[in-house]
């Protein structure tokens, strides 16, 4: 095994009802993730733009979360936070690093205590993958078409499409695991990675479609600060055209460019997200079939949301609500209410710990996160979470997103561009669009004061105690000009 057995032991010492309770027959864990699948493009999420019959069944076999979150939105961080249940700051991969191996992961617990594990797809973490059984991977970001894949015995590649393969892979695995231990199987999509590009059958269903706009895709961002404006992932001015699949029609220019960008762009992203679902349902159907759909924990997440156009902007990153939301749908026959919604928040570092507890492991104390059991059992805990702490940190980097950390709270949401020493706070009672910075209005410097108390206590409870703020609670806040519209 790759885990040391002691520290096994002393888990399991650590909590005897939990794993009597659990001793019978443990669960097997399906995680599915795609890369970038925003929860606005999933019908079950009430998308506008597409239908997911597949994943929905999820959502009606089981649980919904509305706010689940990333705690930093980029996509090796979001993985590392996943497998460790800790924050960027103590797993090491703030950015794209290489993620440390020999570091304890949900993988290695599980492993040790009996589960046959697999990581199939998208790993994006640099390093080989540790705590599993078996794992097929695509180096790096992977190809669409005819991909590669690394494991344990050399690299192959393999003829057709990484949707579909990925999922050939995954029901491979499921086939040939050991029917004496329950599983624990991460099957990581690539899809609807940049830059979008569907199979012949999911493109033809989007090629002539019109896509329905968001609302905000004009949104001048007059009242923020200078990062939404200084970044390079606008629709209009950024994608490309390896993105759009060919240069625009002749003469478009403002508006019509915007239109013309949009509807390319979302007809691709929606025809990948298209093969998803239908893999997704092929995944079901050989749980059914095989037997496996009844003690099968089964969820459906994405590494982090995705802007569709939102605010006039794709990728993601920032610490706005369509880029840090993730969708989260879990079916537990027996456990889980079908048709059930959460609203509670959680964070992606509460995956891990959810996995340990489901399979009736104790939770380690380093692991920051907090266990969704009973969530998912329909009880919310008196002391639940009703803040988190957001830090993404690559700056400058890709998109010249700034560097900023924040908080976001059932209400309100405060953000800290630390380098440019700017703020933004947003009342999301009031504005769930973030459309309106109401940092500087003199009425709201109360709740300006309390927000950031609870920021600079989160900070220190994690542990995250560098780039602390200029200016404390109660001082007066720095002057940001208010850009003129367009």
């Given amino acids: 095994m790759n885990f040391p057995s002691p520290l096994l032991a002393a888990l399991l010492l650590a909590a005897p009802a939990t794993l009597q309770a659990a001793a019978t027959k443990p669960p097997n864990i399906l995680f599915i993730m795609a890369d970038d699948h925003a929860a606005h493009a999933i019908s079950a999420y009430g ?4 239908s997911t019959p597949n994943i929905d069944r999820l959502a009606t076999e089981g649980m919904r979360f ?10 090796t961080p979001s993985r590392a936070s996943i497998l460790t249940g800790k924050y960027s700051h103590l797993n090491g991969v703030p950015v794209f690093n290489r993620f440390d191996g020999s570091q ?7 492993q040790a205590a009996g589960y046959y594990t697999g990581m199939v797809g998208k790993w994006h973490l640099e390093s080989d993958p540790t705590g599993f059984d078996k794992w097929t991977i695509l180096p790096g ?8 894949f690394l494991q344990a015995g050399g690299r192959r590649v393999i003829t057709g499409y990484v949707t579909d393969i990925i999922t050939d892979l995954s029901i491979e695995f499921l086939e040939n695991r050991p029917r004496d231990q329950p599983f624990f199987l991460m099957c990581h999509h690539k899809a609807p990675h940049r830059n ?19 609302d905000t895709l004009r949104d001048d961002g007059s009242s923020r600060g200078d990062a939404i404006h200084e970044c390079t992932q606008k629709v209009l001015e950024n994608l490309s055209s390896n993105d759009t699949k060919g240069p625009p029609p002749a003469g478009l220019t403002g508006d019509a460019l915007l239109k013309w960008k949009y509807q390319r762009y979302m007809q691709d992203y929606l025809a990948c997200v298209q093969s998803v679902d239908d893999n997704v349902g092929r995944l079901l159907e050989y749980l059914d079939k095989s037997g496996l759909a009844e003690n099968t924990i089964v969820i459906y997440t994405s590494d982090q949301g995705f802007f569709l156009g939102d605010h006039g902007l794709f990728d993601k990153r920032f610490m706005y609500e369509e880029s840090i939301r993730m969708p989260f749908l879990v079916r537990w026959p027996g456990v889980v209410k079908p048709g ?8 992606n570092v509460d995956f891990a710990p959810t996995f340990m507890q489901a399979a009736g492991l104790p939770v380690p104390a380093d692991m920051q996160g907090h266990s969704l059991l009973p969530l998912l ?12 702490y957001y830090r993404y940190y690559h700056d400058p980097g890709d998109h010249n997103t700034r560097a900023h950390y924040g908080l976001r709270t059932e209400t309100h949401k405060l953000i800290y561009f630390w380098k ?3 703020w933004e706070m947003y009342d999301l009672a009031k504005d769930p669009a973030e459309l309106h910075n109401v940092y500087q209005d003199p009425a709201q410097a109360d709740t300006v004061a309390k927000l950031k108390t609870e920021l600079f206590r989160l900070k220190k409870e994690l542990k995250d105690d560098d780039q602390f703020a200029n200016e404390q609670p109660g001082s007066k806040p720095p002057a940001v000009k208010p850009r003129q519209a367009k």
């Fill in 340 to 347: 059930s919604v959460q609203p509670a928040m959680g964070i």
């Fill in 47 to 50: 998308s506008r733009v597409n």
């Fill in 377 to 388: 059992h329909g009880e919310r805990p008196a002391d639940w979470r009703t803040s988190w």
């Fill in 420 to 422: 440019i020493d700017q």
């Fill in 66 to 75: 509305d706010r689940m979150f990333a705690v930093n939105s980029i996509c």
């Fill in 196 to 214: 979008w590009q569907p199979d012949a059958k999911h493109k033809a269903m989007f090629a002539d479609k019109l896509i329905p706009e968001p």
């Fill in 104 to 110: 304890p992961t949900v993988a290695k617990y599980l």
């Fill in 141 to 148: 970001q992977g190809d669409y078409f005819n991909p590669a």
